[in-house]
């Protein structure tokens, strides 16, 4: 059989890279290599910029093939090749602010005494709760990214819970924290927007797809906990969708079977396959994926387009299809 071969891609941070001890490279260009088909594969990246720790990879193989979960990291097999791909943790640094940073407070009374809740920034940020009239801390908690925010008393699990919507560098995010039992807890903190109405929540996250799409989840409150009612990826509507480009448009073809919305899949398609292919014929065609791994641009009117489907917790298997287009809509997709 073929070596198998793993891909490290260029990397935005220089790393050192390093195969069961032996230094093949570093990521200020792709790294290929082969590796024995069975056996462990221990990789580990010395970053070369400050700020950023050491990382390890660990992924098992037989006869080319992932056995198990990789632990540090992801990886994508395809064909022989193995992309490896995984995050480096950063080394906080003390941001240069006023000692402490205030970003929003709100006071309320609850069985009888005032309170105060805060958001501050020191080297993190947190939220606390404490008494207006002894400054005694009743409740703390670490917000790791959060630099607007708002908070809100609402009445749902008690007469004084939190409802906390802000920005961070991520993109909105949103706590719900509430008073059960004598003491708060955060039950609910996600980067998303939302809208508390009465005992109902709804929260809108962006999935960060080709054509922008958000998932809608509602909660009710019952049994004194949120109770998910519902789920569901909500359509851009036609007068919000732009002209993609090629490698974008294959995006959305894909995302459109995926989320099964037959109208959006339409939209992708030149008139005259729209009437024929139905989603059922496409979603067949393409098999069962989990997402849009990457596009790539071969030729001008040729797209690859490579979907993931999982194998086990971070690793993949990659299937590609070659999409051409006319007039800026997909006129075929093959695949070997």
Same mark, same amino acid.
């Given at each position: 059989?073929? #070596?198998?071969?793993?891909?490290?891609?260029?990397?935005?941070?220089?790393?050192?890279?390093?195969?069961?001890?032996?230094?093949?490279?570093?990521?200020?260009?792709?790294?290929?290599?082969?590796?024995?088909?069975?056996?462990?594969? +221990?990789?580990?990246? @010395?970053? #070369?910029?400050?700020?950023? /720790?050491? *990382?390890?990879? =660990?992924?098992?193989?037989?006869?080319?093939?992932?056995?198990?979960?990789?632990?540090?990291?992801?990886?994508?097999?395809?064909?022989? $090749?193995?992309?490896?791909?995984? &995050?480096?943790?950063?080394?906080? $640094?003390?941001?240069?602010?006023?000692?402490?940073?205030? /970003?929003?407070?709100?006071?309320?009374?609850?069985?009888?005494?005032?309170?105060? !809740?805060?958001?501050?920034?020191?080297?993190?940020?947190?939220?606390?709760?404490?008494?207006?009239?002894?400054?005694?801390?009743?409740?703390? +908690?670490?917000?790791?990214?959060?630099?607007?925010?708002?908070? @809100?008393?609402?009445?749902?699990?008690?007469?004084?819970?939190?409802?906390?919507?802000?920005?961070?560098? *991520?993109?909105?995010?949103?706590?719900?924290?509430?008073?059960?039992?004598?003491?708060?807890?955060?039950? /609910?903190?996600?980067?998303?927007?939302?809208?508390?109405?009465? =005992?109902?929540?709804?929260?809108?996250?962006?999935?960060?797809?080709?054509?922008?799409?958000?998932?809608? $989840?509602?909660?009710? +409150?019952?049994?004194?906990?949120? @109770?998910? @009612?519902?789920?569901?990826?909500?359509?851009?509507?036609?007068?919000?969708?732009?002209?993609?480009?090629?490698? =974008?448009?294959?995006?959305?073809? !894909? &995302?459109?079977?995926?989320?099964? %919305?037959?109208?959006?899949?339409?939209?992708?398609?030149?008139?005259?396959?729209?009437?024929? #292919?139905?989603?059922?014929?496409?979603?067949?065609?393409?098999?069962?994926?989990?997402?849009?791994?990457?596009?790539?641009?071969? =030729?001008?009117?040729?797209?690859? /387009?490579?979907?993931?489907?999982? #194998?086990?917790?971070?690793?993949?298997?990659?299937?590609?299809?070659?999409? $051409?287009?006319? &007039?800026?809509?997909?006129? %075929?997709?093959?695949?070997?």
């Amino acid at each position: 059989m073929l #070596l198998p071969m793993i891909h490290i891609p260029k990397q935005p941070i220089p790393q050192i890279i390093s195969l069961n001890g032996q230094i093949i490279g570093d990521t200020t260009q792709e790294i290929v290599c082969p590796v024995s088909p069975s056996g462990a594969i +221990y990789l580990t990246a @010395q970053p #070369l910029s400050e700020g950023y /720790l050491p *990382k390890a990879v =660990k992924l098992q193989l037989m006869q080319g093939q992932p056995i198990e979960a990789p632990l540090g990291g992801q990886c994508f097999l395809q064909g022989e $090749t193995i992309h490896i791909h995984w &995050q480096l943790a950063s080394i906080g $640094t003390e941001a240069v602010r006023k000692y402490p940073h205030l /970003l929003a407070s709100q006071s309320f009374f609850l069985d009888g005494i005032a309170y105060e !809740a805060t958001l501050s920034e020191e080297r993190e940020t947190y939220l606390a709760i404490g008494a207006q009239d002894t400054g005694d801390l009743s409740f703390i +908690y670490q917000v790791e990214d959060l630099a607007q925010a708002e908070i @809100q008393i609402v009445s749902v699990f008690s007469q004084a819970d939190l409802f906390i919507q802000g920005q961070g560098a *991520k993109g909105p995010r949103f706590l719900f924290c509430a008073y059960q039992q004598g003491r708060y807890r955060v039950l /609910l903190d996600e980067y998303a927007r939302a809208e508390l109405d009465g =005992k109902s929540l709804t929260v809108y996250q962006a999935l960060l797809d080709a054509l922008g799409h958000e998932r809608r $989840t509602t909660y009710q +409150y019952q049994n004194d906990s949120w @109770q998910r @009612q519902s789920e569901e990826i909500l359509p851009v509507p036609l007068a919000e969708r732009a002209l993609l480009p090629p490698d =974008k448009m294959a995006e959305a073809f !894909a &995302q459109a079977v995926l989320y099964r %919305n037959q109208e959006e899949m339409q939209w992708c398609l030149v008139p005259e396959w729209a009437s024929e #292919l139905s989603l059922d014929e496409a979603a067949a065609f393409l098999g069962s994926f989990d997402f849009v791994y990457e596009t790539q641009v071969r =030729k001008e009117e040729q797209i690859v /387009l490579l979907l993931a489907a999982k #194998l086990f917790e971070d690793a993949f298997v990659l299937h590609d299809f070659r999409c $051409t287009f006319e &007039q800026g809509r997909m006129a %075929n997709i093959e695949t070997d």
